[in-house]
């Protein structure tokens, strides 16, 4: 069964985490849907423009395994203020399903209310998140189905967790060793 994993961007979002997460899982055969708030074409927080497949309101929330926030601001905020992502967030939370978010954006899942108790994110965000243990130190931390990863640095790191829970280490190990991944 192929997995669906939902990337969307806002403009500002951080160009380094989205596109990493979403170059790693298609090498790892999961299929990214990237997705406007609400716009075809987003620009990243440093000027990069991409074209999404579709536009957040025509996503079909059932069909996914996963979503993914990428961090960067102003990309960050506007994740927090779409309803349409806050519905899909507590939809797969509800589900169980997995919920991922890096740099600023374990900010969006802590106002949302779906942040586990164990979390990492960009230096300073945690001052924001109202619960939870900030793990200053780590780079990516998984607690129940949320992983949230520090920042650009870590986004390969955290994009290979998502692969080795949603694909199992054999395709995880595949991937990392053809990224040459230490």
Not at 11 to 24: L, P, R
Request: glycine share 8%; hydrophobic share 45%.
């Amino acid at each position: 069964m192929d997995r669906i994993v939902l990337v969307p961007l806002a403009n500002g979002f951080e160009e380094i985490e989205a596109v990493s997460v979403i170059d790693i899982l298609r090498r790892a055969g999961i299929k990214v849907l990237i997705a406007g708030l609400d716009r075809e074409f987003v620009v990243g927080a440093h000027g990069i423009e991409i074209k999404t497949d579709l536009l957040l309101k025509d996503v079909e929330e059932n069909e996914l395994d996963m979503v993914v926030l990428p961090g960067g601001m102003p990309g960050a905020k506007h994740l927090l203020e779409s309803n349409e992502l806050k519905e899909i967030v507590l939809k797969l939370d509800r589900n169980n399903k997995r919920i991922g978010a890096i740099c600023a954006a374990p900010w969006v899942l802590g106002e949302f209310g779906v942040l586990k108790d164990n979390y990492t994110c960009y230096p300073s965000f945690e001052t924001n998140i109202k619960k939870g243990s900030y793990h200053k130190k780590s780079q990516v931390v998984s607690d129940h189905n949320i992983i949230t990863a520090n920042g650009p640095a870590s986004a390969m790191e955290f994009a290979l967790e998502i692969v080795k829970e949603l694909k199992g280490d054999a395709i995880y190990q595949e991937i990392k060793n053809g990224l040459l991944f230490k």
